[in-house]
């Protein structure tokens, strides 16, 4: 499952998304939220691939195991950022400022796909 995601992925990156597509359906759209072998990237596929409602299912389910998960937490806000969900993207950045603030790495990360996006409210 975790080579399928890494392969879809890659798919997205190179912008060809209907191989990603392809990948998922083929071999990922049967997991599940709650499902234990449900591999971390999938979350950030799905928001590659335009689904943040989904993506959030299951990010939800990594943030119950690890509520400081910076990854996680980037995820979450990429979804609320597509959804428009203004409100509480603003809360979990303001999180995301307190927990592990000396790794800046996936919080850059996060601001360059925000303004790739263009939610240069969020990447600010």
């Known amino acids: 499952l975790e080579v399928a995601t890494r392969l879809a992925r890659v798919y997205t990156f190179d912008s060809d998304f209907v191989r990603a597509k392809q990948v998922y359906d083929r071999y990922l759209a049967s997991i599940r939220p709650g ?42 806000v990429r979804a609320y950022s597509r959804m428009g969900r203004r409100e509480p993207m603003r809360e979990l950045i303001t999180f995301m400022k307190k927990v592990k603030r000396n790794e800046i790495g996936v919080r850059l990360a996060l601001a360059e796909i925000l303004y790739k996006v263009d939610d240069l409210e969020a990447a600010g």
Request: charged content about 25%; proline content about 10%.
């Open 35 to 76: 499902d234990p072998n449900a591999p971390k990237g999938l979350a950030a596929l799905l928001l590659d691939l335009e689904r943040p409602g989904d993506a959030l299912l299951f990010l939800a389910q990594f943030r119950a195991k690890d509520p400081s998960d910076l990854e996680v937490l980037a995820g979450i």
